[in-house]
């Protein structure tokens, strides 16, 4: 009898370690889900809507509309909607089970084992493990005051070879809220199409931002839009987002689909109604988190040996810099988790900078937001005496 050859993991994924006392992180989130009195400063959520984009929902599922298979590529109509929120005329919108659905489409498709592609670091880590999937990864350190906490059109011409394909640029960046001039997308634009480069430009947050800028005008059919629901319309639990792009590009990642039979139709009625009444909510919700995060660097600003790297920041999220006061931010995480305050430690989004800074998400309410200022000096002093 010949012995069975266990499996090998054929690809590598960014190690996530679990929380003391917890087996596994889904087990974890699993229970930060199920606490309905934890407050959600952890992942980059929005907890501001009112009914709009759930009552749509709801109509959908009391129609048992679900009950159908929806078109493959989605609806024309929210295509077209996305298309006038970016303000695109001449692309084309693939629709996908979210953002991070279309962060790897886009590396199946396009990257080729030879391929470099850069990110920053700090980070969405997730992107640079879909990238060594199929190609090979290059982080750039930008969690520095003279770069501005983001990847510059300099670092990229420094850290660019004959083999860099596809350069990430999230806008606004996670976990720093930093992001970009209008002058230097053009400038990343100049060296994309000189060096015949894509432009990943992941746009998440975009909605947060006090300006943003969008890079497909100044590099169209070389740029690749990353376009999420999970923010601003405070979906993240549906999983709906798109890659949109020129035909030529959409034309070649829809290769690389495995989902043909469409994207959840409960979650593109609700994407409909959040894009027809955007106008509606989307100034008041920008209001809150302006104000929650001031709130928050007022505290910050009492505490000797902790920071804002980024501020105002143009994103959800910021991070707090706690270097100075000797704190590892995973037991910061850890402590304010145990009073109902779920944060994230900065190893999540950096292999090289994450012992510095805890990131927290802000577009939550403003009651929890004080909550939090009065907590986290308190945690602050509870563990510098450590």
């Not at 919108?93 to 084992?113: D, K, N, R």
């Not at 290059?138 to 660019?160: A, F, S």
């Not at 999420?228 to 290769?255: P, T, Y």
């Not at 809150?288 to 920041?313: H, M």
Request: with cysteine.
């Amino acid at each position: 009898m010949t012995d069975i050859k266990h499996p090998v993991k054929k690809f590598k994924k960014t190690e996530r370690v679990p929380p003391e006392g917890y087996d596994s992180s889904n087990d974890f989130f699993e229970d930060v889900f199920m606490d309905k009195d934890m407050i959600w400063m952890g992942q980059n959520t929005n907890h501001l809507h009112g009914d709009i984009i759930a009552d749509a929902m709801a109509s959908c599922v009391k129609e048992k509309e679900y009950s159908k298979y929806p078109p493959p590529e989605g609806f024309s109509e929210l295509r077209q909607l996305i298309l006038e929120d970016l303000g695109f005329d001449n692309c084309e919108v693939l629709l996908t089970a979210g953002a991070t659905e279309s962060l790897y489409l886009c590396m199946q498709a396009l990257i080729e084992p030879e391929d470099t592609v850069i990110l920053s670091d700090p980070g969405y880590f997730i992107i640079g493990d879909f990238a060594n999937r199929f190609g090979n990864i290059k982080y750039v350190p930008i969690y520095n005051e003279e770069c501005g906490y983001k990847l510059t059109p300099e670092l990229l011409r420094e850290n660019m070879d004959d083999t860099t394909k596809m350069v990430i640029l999230i806008d606004p960046l996670n976990p720093l809220g930093s992001s970009y001039t209008e002058e230097e997308l053009k400038e990343f634009a100049e060296i994309a199409i000189e060096n015949d480069l894509y432009l990943l430009h992941d746009v998440t947050y975009k909605d947060f931002a006090r300006e943003h800028f969008l890079v497909e005008n100044y590099a169209p059919g070389q740029t690749l839009t990353i376009y999420s629901f999970s923010k601003i319309f405070g979906m993240a639990g549906l999983r709906i987002g798109s890659v949109v792009a020129s035909k030529e590009l959409i034309d070649v990642i829809k290769n690389a689909v495995v989902n043909d039979l469409g994207v959840n139709i409960i979650a593109q009625y609700g994407a409909i109604a959040g894009l027809k009444s955007k106008s509606q909510w989307e100034g008041e919700i920008r209001e809150i988190a302006f104000t929650n995060q001031r709130l928050i660097k007022e505290t910050v600003d009492e505490i000797d040996g902790v920071f804002l790297p980024v501020y105002p920041s143009d994103a959800n999220m910021m991070a707090i810099d706690v270097s100075g006061a000797g704190i590892n931010p995973k037991d910061l995480s850890n402590y304010l988790f145990k009073r109902k305050i779920f944060a994230r430690e900065g190893e999540y989004t950096s292999e090289l900078f994450g012992d510095r800074y805890l990131r927290v998400s802000f577009s939550i309410p403003t009651e929890e937001i004080e909550i939090f200022c009065e907590e986290f000096p308190k945690a602050i002093e509870a563990l510098r005496q450590k």
